[in-house]
């Protein structure tokens, strides 16, 4: 039990690093580069500023165990989604492979932080 709660966290506190602390330090600190990602893939900037907000609210809803499960459930769909659409349109339209795999790997980090969501709250309903 403990070694699941150890990977969940350790997998959960990266996803929020990447999802929300950095998004949010970029708007806060370095807010010329808030559309870095976005900008060359040809979207407007106020999707840019969406991006961000739905970032933060999901990486922070998965931070809290104790939230509805419903809600976090579709704060790892959204989250999920996200790194899906980011693969694809780096595919579509830059086609450089590091572009993709960033994506890729914060996918696989959510997938665990996931899997563990749910083992810990399967164990915990026994």
């Known amino acids: ?3 699941n709660k150890i990977i969940f966290w350790i997998a959960t ?5 990447m999802e929300a602390l950095m998004p949010l330090a ?5 807010h010329e580069y ?8 040809g979207y407007p900037d106020y999707f840019a500023y969406a991006l961000i907000i739905c970032k933060i609210m999901g990486a922070t809803a998965i931070m809290f165990p104790k939230l509805p ?3 976090r459930e579709w704060a ?3 989250l999920t989604f996200n790194l899906i659409f980011a693969i694809i349109s780096h595919l579509a339209v830059d086609q450089v492979v590091a572009n993709v795999v960033m994506p890729l790997v914060v996918g696989v980090v959510l997938g665990f932080s996931y899997v563990y ?3 810990i709250t399967a164990r915990n309903e026994e």
Request: cysteine-free; hydrophobic content about 55%; charged content about 15%.
């Open 34 to 41: 808030f559309n870095a990602g976005t900008k060359p893939l």
């Open 69 to 71: 499960a419903k809600l």
């Open 1 to 3: 039990m403990k070694k």
């Open 76 to 78: 790892y769909a959204g």
């Open 13 to 17: 506190s990266i996803i929020f690093a």
């Open 117 to 119: 969501a749910q083992k």
């Open 26 to 30: 970029t708007l806060l600190f370095a």
